[in-house]
């Protein structure tokens, strides 16, 4: 994607190379075609989505006020739409810099968070000057459609759908949906960007983003990772049930495991299993290299494989 001069020395200065989801999402989202992302987590998808808007926004001239909001983001979960905002200002203010040392002309695109946790104030600010860019969640789309907020909505040009995987498989996404449904008879087409490590099939999830009949182009830059798989038994003769000193010999392998791995998950069928084994382990290893999670919680008295 041919970038304004500032985007892209910021871009070389910050990164060593485009990764594959960028060079593969960059030629369709900057042809305005909707377009959607298979690409892991880390692979700077979020990024490919957001730069070609951030190019169009700070160099091309700014609309007049109600007619401001462009980029819409819509995010299953909260948390991520708040972090989304903090990481998408960091662009914005490094191609500032690099804009005003070269001494191009520029405007600062403004982002706005819309959640239920959202303070009235803000809301009532954003319906009287609406922001370039808004971060929202389906459920706070849908209430804004349904108020004197849809009119801030009426200028947006792009929807970029994070985590789309977690919205297109229930109700939550039949409702966002219908949403963009409603945006659309209001702003008018827009370009759709997905976004997800995981999703599939991906010709399903494309027809969710954009409806039955609209082209969608498809960027699949997913991978699965090579398994080494091994049946690794205990040295001494197996016998019915395992004597203390095949279970040392147990212990003292999983051990040399946990020692070549950064991480390593051992899983048990039962809680007293899992105590005994961590036990045992914080024995051989030291207090500091294991710990037990049960049901998604990590116990006080231990630390991780």
């Not at 182009?217 to 001494?236: I, Q």
């Not at 005994?276 to 494989?305: H, K, Y």
Request: with cysteine; glycine share 6%; charged share 20%.
């Amino acid at each position: 994607m041919a970038f304004r001069p500032a985007v892209e020395t910021w871009f070389r200065q910050s990164f060593d190379s485009p990764t594959p989801a960028q060079s593969a999402g960059w030629p369709p989202i900057a042809r305005g075609e909707s377009t959607l992302i298979l690409a892991p987590t880390g692979s700077g998808k979020t990024l490919a989505a957001f730069l070609a808007c951030i190019d169009r926004l700070m160099f091309e001239p700014r609309p007049d006020p109600p007619a401001r909001c462009r980029v819409l983001y819509v995010s299953p979960l909260k948390a991520l739409a708040v972090d989304v905002e903090r990481n998408l200002r960091a662009p914005i203010a490094g191609i500032v810099g690099v804009a005003s040392a070269r001494g191009d002309a520029f405007v600062v695109p403004d982002v706005a968070i819309r959640t239920g946790d959202t303070p009235s104030s803000e809301r009532a600010r954003f319906t009287k000057s609406p922001s370039d860019i808004l971060i929202t969640t389906p459920e706070s789309l849908y209430l804004m459609l349904a108020s004197r907020a849809r009119h801030a909505l009426a200028s947006v040009t792009t929807v970029i759908v994070d985590e789309i995987h977690a919205l297109a498989r229930d109700k939550r996404g039949s409702h966002l949906a219908l949403s963009l449904e409603r945006l659309e008879a209001l702003a008018g087409p827009f370009q759709r960007i997905g976004l997800s490590a995981t999703q599939k099939p991906l010709s399903e999830v494309a027809k969710f983003l954009v409806g039955v009949g609209r082209e969608c182009e498809l960027v699949d830059v997913g991978h699965k990772r090579e398994m080494d798989l091994a049946v690794v038994v205990p040295p001494s003769p197996l016998s019915t049930v395992c004597s203390h000193e095949q279970w040392d010999e147990i212990y003292h392998q999983i051990a040399d495991l946990i020692s070549e791995h950064r991480t390593t998950l051992v899983f048990v069928n039962t809680r007293k299993l899992a105590e005994r084994i961590t036990a045992r382990l914080t024995e051989v290893m030291g207090a500091d290299q294991v710990t037990l999670i049960e049901n998604g919680a990590t116990r006080p008295f231990s630390c991780t494989m």
